[in-house]
C-alpha cells in the first residue's frame, strides 16, 4: 500500500486565502466584511465604518414601501460586534446615495452587487434590544410592521386571525419574526427577519412550549426550522439549545471540529428526529453550540450542505432519498484514533493494521499515520505517524510484522525517508534503514522481501532494490530502464512483477530471475487504477488474500493467477470503456459511454455484467452500476448512485432505492453517495451512503435505519480508500466499520443481525 506526497500550497497569500474563506470571526466573517474591505481601500472618499449592535440581516435587494413584508428575506445575517463598511454619500454609478441618516445603508463592497442593512442595527439603541421567549402574538387589524423602531418603512399585516411569533422586545416595541416565502432558491438560501410593531397592537399573547423539537410536540417543522435559524448561534451553551428544542432523541460523536491543521476535536451530536425531518445541532468538547445541519425531503433535486450566508457550519440536505432513523445498535468495541480517516489495510488473528488520514487534499494535506489495533479488544497497541509526506505499509501476517515506509518525520519536522519493521503485537522494530535523500521511493512486498522502486528527482532513473525481509539487508538491485514499472504486490505474493511494455513479467525475489512472463497486445495503455476517484480494475480486500488479479498488459486486460502466471480470462481494453471487478473477480461491471471517443465517467449509458471465464457478455443494464457484490444469486450494486439488487443470472432489476427526483445540484451528487462497499449479512445490507452506515434489507431494499456512531463524510480524492478500507467482512464473522471521525468498530455478524432482526420485526406491520 502506498500513498503519494499531495501537492503542498507554498504561497502564503494563497493560505491565507483558504483560511479567510473557512473560518468566521470577529470581526466580520468570510464574503462580505472581506469584500468590504476591498473596497474601501479602493475609494478616494473614507468609506464609513458601521458597528452592528444586534443580529442584523443583509438584504440582497432594497426593501421599499410597495414591497411585500412575506418577500423580505435575509441573504444573511451580520452578528453583533462585527462591522461593516457602508458607500459614502454618492454611490459608484453616480446616482445618490442613502445617508446614514436612513432606514437603509448600502453595505459597500468591491463587486457590483451591495447587498442593504437597517442602519437601526448599528446604533446604539440597538443594545438595549431584549430577547424574550418565543410567543404566538396576534395583531389588531390596523397593525403596521416596521423594519425597525419608528422606521418610515411599515407594511401592513395579513388578515385577521394570522399569528406572529414574537422573539424581542425594545422599550414600547415587538419584533415578531417574518417567514420568507421564497427561502430556498436555486443559487441562494436565505432566512427570516425581524419586523417591529408597536406593543399597543398585540391584540393577544401565548408562549409557544419549550422543546419545540421533542416527541409531541405541536410546533410544525417549517416554523421550528425558522426559530433555530434566528435564535441558535455558534457559542450557545447547550443548556440554552436543550431548552428551545428540548432532549434529542440520540446522542453521539460529533464529526471533527477542526481544521486539518489543528489536532482532532470531536463534540457531541444531538440528533432530533422527526417524521419527516431530521435536525442535528453540535456542541464542542467545552458544551458551545458549533453546528447545525437541517435535513429535509428534497423538492426537485437533490442538495448537500447549502448554507444560508456564510455560516459554513450551519447547512441544509434536501435529500431525494428516505431519511434514515438511528438504531440502538452497539458495537463489541469501538477505537478512537486522532485523524479523521480509519482505513483498514490487513490483519493477522490478533492485530488490526490501520491507515489513519486527516482526509485533507492538495495544500490542505497534513497527517498521515499506520497504526495497530488489538483485533480482541479494540485497544491501540502502537503508532507511526508520516505527516504530510509519502508513505507505504506492508503486513507480512506470516511473520507478524509491518513494513512501514514514511518520507517525512512529522516529530523532528524533516524529509527523512526510512523504512521501519515493526513487531505487529508491541511495535518494537525489528530493523530499520535509512533510505537516500533526493529520490522519490515507493515500497511494495512479495513472500520475504521488501521492494523499493527508486526513482532519481529529477526522473532520470529508476533503481529497483529488493530488501531481505528478515533484515532489510539489500539482496540486489537493478536498473528499471524505458517503461519498466513495479506493480503493487503484497507479502503473499510469491513474485516481483515487472511490466516492461506490453510484456507483464515475474521475477525471483531471491535471485532476480524471470520465472514466469505474459505478452499483451496492441499498443501500452494508461492503466486507470491510479484513479483515486474510482474504483476502476481490481478492488483490493484487506481482510482476503486474492492469488488472482487483473493487470492491463498492452491493450488488453488479463486476469492472471500471480503464482504460475496462467491467464484465467480476458477483456479488450476500449477507449469509451471502464470496468470495476466484483466480489468475485472473474465477473466485471463494464461501464460504458455514450459516442465512441474517450470514456466519460459522467455520460454512462449502460454497465455490460462480463464472465471473464466464458469470455462473453451476460447481461446489460442501462446507467451505470458499481460496487459490486456477489451474494449467491443476487448482485448488488450502486445503480445511478443508488443501492439496488439484479437477479444475477438474467439482469433483472430486483429493487432500487426509491427516489423522488433523479437530479441534483451537482452532476458527480450522486456518484459521491456510496463510500463504502457492501456487508452482506442474512438478512440485511450495510452501506456507508451519505454520511451515514445504512442498514437495508435484502428482500426489497427498504431502509431500516442507520447504525449510530457511524460517520462517513464525503473525502476529496479518497473514493478507493473508502471502498476498499471502510466496511469490511471477515470469513469468521467479524465486520469491521471505519469512520470519517476516527471511529474503528467491531461488529459480531451474528449478534448484529439478532439486534436487527429485533428492530425490523418491531417496524412491519
Do not use: C
Amino acid at each position: 500500500m502506498m500513498r503519494f506526497k499531495p501537492l503542498k500550497l507554498l504561497a502564503g497569500a494563497a493560505v491565507l486565502a483558504v483560511s479567510s474563506a473557512l473560518l468566521p470571526g470577529v470581526p466580520g466573517r468570510a464574503g462580505w466584511w472581506a469584500s468590504s474591505q476591498a473596497y474601501a481601500a479602493t475609494q478616494d472618499q473614507p468609506a464609513v465604518k458601521l458597528f452592528f449592535r444586534y443580529k442584523t440581516p443583509y438584504f440582497d435587494a432594497k426593501p421599499t414601501s410597495a414591497s411585500r413584508w412575506e418577500d423580505l428575506k435575509a441573504a444573511d445575517y451580520g452578528l453583533a460586534g462585527e462591522w461593516v463598511y457602508v458607500e459614502p454619500a454618492e454611490s459608484r454609478d453616480g446616482q445618490p446615495a442613502d445617508s446614514l441618516g436612513g432606514d437603509l445603508v448600502a453595505a459597500a463592497t468591491d463587486s457590483e452587487n451591495s447587498r442593504w442593512i437597517p442602519r437601526w442595527y448599528t446604533t446604539d439603541a440597538a443594545k438595549s434590544i431584549v430577547e424574550t421567549e418565543p410567543a404566538y402574538v396576534a395583531l389588531h387589524p390596523d397593525a403596521k410592521l416596521s423594519l425597525a423602531p419608528g422606521s418610515s418603512l411599515k407594511w401592513a399585516p395579513p388578515g385577521q386571525g394570522a399569528r406572529f411569533i414574537a422573539l424581542a422586545g425594545w422599550k414600547d416595541w415587538t419584533a415578531v419574526m417574518a417567514s420568507p416565502r421564497a427561502w430556498h432558491g436555486e443559487d441562494q438560501m436565505y432566512r427570516p427577519v425581524l419586523l417591529w410593531v408597536n406593543a399597543k397592537a398585540v391584540a393577544s399573547k401565548s408562549a409557544i412550549p419549550k422543546g419545540i423539537l421533542s416527541r409531541g410536540s405541536a410546533v410544525p417543522v417549517d416554523l421550528a426550522r425558522n426559530l433555530t435559524e434566528m435564535l441558535l448561534k455558534e457559542g450557545d451553551d447547550a443548556s440554552k439549545v436543550q431548552q428551545l428544542l428540548g432532549t434529542p432523541d440520540v446522542r453521539e460523536r460529533s464529526a471533527n471540529l477542526a481544521e486539518t491543521h489543528e489536532p482532532m476535536r470531536l463534540g457531541t451530536t444531538w440528533r432530533y428526529e422527526l417524521p419527516q425531518a431530521r435536525f442535528t445541532v453540535t456542541f464542542s468538547p467545552e458544551g458551545k453550540l458549533a453546528a447545525w445541519k437541517w435535513m429535509l425531503p428534497a423538492n426537485g433535486r437533490l442538495e448537500l450542505n447549502r448554507t444560508a450566508g456564510s455560516d459554513y457550519r450551519f447547512t441544509y440536505d434536501f435529500l431525494t432519498m428516505p431519511i434514515p432513523s438511528t438504531m440502538d445498535v452497539k458495537p463489541t468495541w469501538r477505537n478512537q484514533g486522532n485523524l479523521n480517516y480509519a482505513y483498514l489495510i490487513g490483519a493477522t488473528g490478533d492485530v488490526l493494521l490501520v491507515n489513519g488520514d486527516d482526509g485533507g487534499f492538495s495544500g490542505m494535506h497534513y497527517a498521515s499515520s499506520i497504526y495497530a489495533v488489538d483485533r480482541d479488544t479494540g485497544e491501540k497497541l502502537w503508532q507511526a505517524d508520516a505527516g504530510f509526506g509519502m508513505f507505504g505499509a506492508s503486513l507480512d501476517a506470516s511473520r507478524g510484522t509491518a513494513a512501514v515506509y514514511t518520507e517525512y518525520d512529522p516529530g523532528r519536522e524533516k524529509y527523512e525517508g526510512r523504512i521501519r519493521e515493526f513487531r505487529l503485537r508491541d511495535g518494537k522494530v525489528v530493523w530499520e534503514k535509512s533510505l537516500p535523500k533526493e529520490r522519490q521511493i515507493r515500497m511494495h512486498a512479495v513472500k520475504g522481501a521488501i521492494l523499493l522502486q527508486q526513482t532519481a528527482s529529477n526522473g532520470a532513473s529508476e533503481v529497483l532494490s529488493v530488501l531481505d525481509r528478515a533484515t532489510g539487508k539489500q539482496r540486489w538491485n537493478r536498473t528499471l530502464t524505458g517503461k519498466r514499472q513495479v506493480l503493487e504486490t503484497g507479502a503473499e505474493d510469491p513474485y516481483i512483477l515487472l511490466q516492461d511494455g506490453s510484456k507483464l513479467k515475474a521475477l525471483d525475489p531471491l535471485s532476480g530471475k524471470e520465472k514466469w512472463s505474459v505478452q499483451g497486445a496492441g499498443a501500452v495503455q494508461q492503466d486507470p487504477q491510479g484513479n483515486p476517484y474510482f474504483g476502476y480494475g481490481n478492488l483490493r480486500q484487506p481482510l482476503r488474500h486474492e492469488a488472482s488479479r487483473w493487470f492491463l498488459i498492452g491493450s488488453e486486460w488479463m486476469l492472471l493467477n500471480t503464482e504460475n502466471g496462467k491467464v484465467l480470462g480476458k477483456y479488450p481494453w476500449k477507449p469509451q470503456e471502464r470496468f470495476e471487478a466484483t466480489s468475485d473477480s472473474r465477473y466485471l461491471l463494464v461501464q460504458r459511454s455514450e459516442g465512441t471517443g474517450d470514456f466519460d465517467h459522467s455520460k454512462v449509458k449502460e454497465t455490460v455484467f462480463y464472465d471473464a471465464v466464458l469470455r462473453r457478455s451476460l447481461w446489460t443494464l442501462p446507467g451505470k452500476a458499481a460496487n459490486g457484490m456477489i451474494d449467491g444469486n443476487r448482485l448488488y450494486v450502486v445503480l445511478d448512485g443508488r443501492p439496488a439488487a439484479v437477479d444475477r443470472e438474467k439482469g433483472t432489476l430486483l429493487w432500487q432505492m426509491p427516489v423522488t427526483s433523479r437530479e441534483s445540484s451537482s452532476p458527480y451528487a450522486m456518484d459521491e453517495m456510496a463510500k463504502t462497499r457492501f456487508a452482506v449479512l442474512s438478512e440485511h445490507l450495510l452501506l456507508g451512503y451519505g454520511s451515514d452506515v445504512l442498514v437495508l434489507r435484502k428482500e426489497d431494499g427498504g431502509v431500516l435505519g442507520r447504525l449510530p456512531n457511524q460517520r462517513v463524510d464525503f473525502a476529496e480524492a479518497r473514493y478507493r480508500n473508502g471502498i476498499e478500507g471502510l466496511v469490511n467482512q471477515s470469513a469468521g464473522g467479524e465486520l469491521y466499520i471505519g469512520s470519517s471521525n476516527g471511529g474503528l468498530s467491531r461488529y459480531e455478524q451474528a449478534e448484529l443481525e439478532r439486534q436487527l432482526e429485533r428492530i425490523d420485526s418491531g417496524q412491519r406491520p
